[in-house]
Nanobody
């Protein structure tokens, strides 16, 4: 059974930093690209960042480029999102999601057609 469990979300002040983790199990983690997506209150799903299976390619939404860094440790079956210079508008529930295609060469932006599993999410609140 595929499981994705996010953690690390907390209340943080604007300008602060935070690292989210996503523990994966039930599949060969190192063979699948992964993404982080978020959902702010009252809004739809926003893709944040993606990484290919080997960790050699990463992509970011313009809204987080230069502030967030996605990474993965395939030996630990864990995906990370380092979030720096946090803004009020980064407040959201953050989810990790698994690409449905094994060893895809490119990073694909999240859609429900391209990703087949995601976790329950972790709440990040940016507030003073």
């Amino acid at each position: 059974e595929v499981q994705l469990v996010e953690s690390g979300g907390i209340l943080v002040q604007p300008g602060g930093s935070l690292r989210l983790s996503c523990a994966a199990s039930g599949f060969t983690f190192g063979s699948y690209g992964m993404s982080w997506v978020r959902q702010a209150p009252g809004k739809g799903i926003e893709w944040v960042s993606g990484i290919n299976s080997r960790g050699s390619r990463t992509t970011y939404a313009d809204s987080v480029k230069g502030r967030f860094t996605i990474s993965r440790d395939n030996a630990k079956n864990t995906l990370y999102l380092q979030m720096n210079a946090l803004k009020f508008e980064d407040t959201a529930v953050y989810f990790c999601a698994k690409d449905k295609i094994r060893d895809r060469a490119v990073v694909v932006v999240f859609t429900r057609e391209e990703y087949d599993y995601w976790g329950q999410g972790t709440q990040v609140t940016v507030s003073s």
